[in-house]
């Protein structure tokens, strides 16, 4: 049972999909922090089934990662069509990210990185996709 308390939204439907914030994990299969972080990623998304949740390798998908130039890892990317409500380091605790994804994030214009891998993703979702 998860301790993350569960969003009482509904899964996004297939008309208003394109609608639901993508919330992204940059990270690296090298990474031990990365893949601790996964499982964790995994139980956000099922307390947050209005959301739309990615995993991108940033070396496996360098054509889309590259620009973000992640440093630090997990690096987190939470934006929607309406533009970016986050982009930066996280500390990898799912209730951190849980509580920020509860909070009213304010919108900022995304720039053209945001926007090509939000394209990248939304184009092959099987590949990026978290499963819950």
């Not at 919108?107 to 499963?131: C, G, K, N, T």
């Amino acid at each position: 049972m998860s301790a993350l308390p569960t969003n009482p939204g509904t899964a996004p439907q297939a008309d208003d999909a394109g609608n639901a914030l993508w919330v992204v994990c940059l990270c690296a299969e090298w990474c031990g922090t990365c893949r601790d972080y996964r499982p964790l990623m995994e139980e956000v998304a099922r307390a947050h089934p209005e959301m739309r949740f990615a995993w991108v390798d940033v070396e496996d998908h360098s054509d889309i990662a590259d620009e973000f130039d992640v440093e630090t890892f997990p690096t987190i990317l939470v934006a929607g069509r309406d533009g970016t409500r986050f982009l930066g380091p996280l500390l990898p605790h799912a209730e951190t990210l849980s509580r920020m994804l509860s909070s009213a994030l304010p919108v900022q214009p995304s720039s053209a990185e945001v926007e090509q891998l939000l394209a990248a993703v939304e184009r092959s979702p099987d590949e990026f996709l978290i499963d819950v």
